[in-house]
């Protein structure tokens, strides 16, 4: 059975600070997803890693794939409030099966 | 405006009621995806359609009935639930295994 796991659960930073979520999954894939959930709201997509040493960004959020070591990372740069979100990875169990798995989530309060 | 719609928004019903939650995508997708979001529990998986045909029930309870008329709705049908049933429903869709797009989701409680 395929475990996606995140690290920390809950986040509780500074603004400025640098700070980096963790998630692990337990079987073979070469595509992970981060998405955003603000609270009462759904899901956004944030990014899409298709490939191992994927590397995407978008404004103070990095996002890191290594599928060896079947991790992916999420590092926030200099964090300001509005970051301040429950963030999802999940994994797509390979191409056709229209599976994806979701981590546990990781909660951020960036405080002011 | 994320092109899926869910209604309702909210719904509380008894446990002898019969309900449905409604799920419309404008996007052209041809995958469709029902999950449910618990307090301290992942997002689960719950089933799935590709071009209206269902390719995955996760073990989900017989008291969940999906309906997939064509590729851009899809239905859950609730009777019988369990107060452990309440929860975020949450629909999505796909076009084949590209991202997910969420609707903004039923939060549904059960009395």
């Known amino acids: 059975e395929l475990k996606v796991e995140q690290n920390p659960l809950f986040l509780s930073m500074q603004e400025g600070k640098n700070y980096t979520i963790y998630c692990n999954y337990s079987t073979t894939s070469d595509r992970l997803y981060w998405y955003r959930q603000d609270p009462g709201k759904s899901l956004e997509s944030l990014f899409v890693?298709?490939?191992?040493?994927a590397v995407k960004q978008e404004g103070r959020l990095m996002a890191s794939l290594d599928t060896k070591a079947r991790l992916s990372t999420l590092h926030i740069t200099a964090a300001v409030h509005d970051l301040s979100a429950t963030y999802f990875c999940?994994?797509?169990?390979?191409?056709?099966?229209?599976?994806?798995?979701f981590g546990t989530g990781t909660r951020l309060k960036v405080l002011a | 405006e994320t092109g899926v719609t869910q209604t309702p928004r909210h719904l509380v019903m008894g446990m002898t009621n019969k309900k449905s939650l409604k799920c419309e995508q404008h996007?052209?997708?041809?995958?469709m995806y029902w999950y449910k979001q618990s307090a301290k529990k992942p997002l689960e998986l719950m089933f799935v359609y590709n071009f209206k045909e269902q390719t995955e029930n996760n073990s989900v309870p017989s008291r969940f009935s999906p309906e997939c008329p064509n590729s851009s709705h899809l239905f859950l049908h609730l009777h019988t639930l369990q107060p452990e049933d309440s929860a975020l429903y949450l629909c999505?869709?796909?076009?084949?295994?590209?991202?997910?797009?969420f609707g903004s989701g039923t939060q549904l409680s059960v009395l």
């Open positions: 996007l052209g997708h041809n995958a």
């Open positions: 999505a869709s796909s076009r084949y295994t590209e991202k997910l797009f």
């Open positions: 890693l298709l490939s191992n040493g």
């Open positions: 999940a994994v797509d169990l390979g191409t056709g099966t229209y599976k994806y798995i």
